[in-house]
């Protein structure tokens, strides 16, 4: 069981690029998210997904897209970078709230982006 | 304006004693609180959640309060080991769902020999 798994580990994008930051979880979880965490920030929602099909923006979603075709996978796209968006973002997963209100969410180890 | 708000300082402490963290909130109603702890380069592993009708919550050597009148919530580890080394997260849950979480920016915790 490999929870949620995130990739790249690290990344280093040029000013205007775009990419994409994946995440896939094997729990069968109906609840995904993105967070960014900035130094003295604290982690800040991107953008969530309460099932496939089905998404909405967070605290800061500027600069970035996400889509849910599956239950499994919730990518997070740049779709031109800035130095701005350099920092750790995280994916995390739950279950739905009608299984067991106040979930434990599941995070994934990170991805660390450099925007140069 | 709606804040969270974590000792910024880390907190040192010999091993065997109880840490105590504290998370005070301003302008929110959630409906749950959680701590989390992260690791250098690691991401957040849940410990505890606490409903708004609860007032404490055990976990083995962990412990957290919650008082909605003061807008705050302790986090203490009982007998503590430099294992608990670690930042510890405050995670307020405003919806119910555990899909949104709005976070604290962590407590520092050193626990020395």
């Known amino acids: 069981n490999a929870g949620v798994t995130q990739t790249p580990k690290f990344q280093v994008l040029k000013t205007g690029q775009s990419m994409t930051l994946q995440c896939a979880q094997d729990?069968?979880?109906?609840?995904m998210s993105w967070y960014r965490q900035d130094p003295g920030m604290g982690l800040r929602l991107i953008h969530y997904?309460?099932?496939?099909?089905?998404?909405d923006q967070g605290e800061v979603p500027n600069g970035y897209n996400v889509s849910r075709s599956t239950t499994e996978d919730f990518p997070l796209r740049l779709l031109s970078a800035a130095p701005s968006q350099t920092s750790v973002y995280f994916c995390?997963?739950?279950?739905?709230?009608?299984?067991?209100?106040?979930?434990?969410?599941?995070f994934g180890e990170g991805s660390w982006l450099t925007v140069v | 304006s709606q804040k969270i708000e974590q000792n910024s300082e880390a907190l040192n402490i010999q091993e065997g004693k109880t840490a105590t963290l504290t998370c005070n909130y301003t302008?929110?109603?959630?409906?749950?609180l959680q701590w989390y702890r992260q690791d250098p380069g690691r991401g957040p592993v849940f410990l505890l959640l606490?409903?708004?009708?609860?007032k404490e919550k055990r976990k083995e050597r962990l412990k957290v309060t919650f008082d909605t009148t003061l807008k705050q919530s302790l986090f203490h580890i009982t007998a503590s080991q430099p294992a608990d080394s670690a930042t510890y997260l405050c995670?307020?849950?405003?919806?119910?769902?555990?899909?949104?979480?709005?976070f604290g920016t962590g407590t520092q915790l050193k626990v020395e020999l």
């Open positions: 606490i409903r708004e009708n609860e």
């Open positions: 995670a307020l849950d405003l919806t119910g769902g555990g899909n949104k979480l709005t």
């Open positions: 995390a997963s739950s279950p739905s709230a009608g299984e067991s209100r106040g979930n434990t969410i599941y």
């Open positions: 729990m069968n979880h109906e609840y």
């Open positions: 997904s309460v099932g496939a099909g089905i998404t």
């Open positions: 302008n929110y109603s959630p409906a749950y």
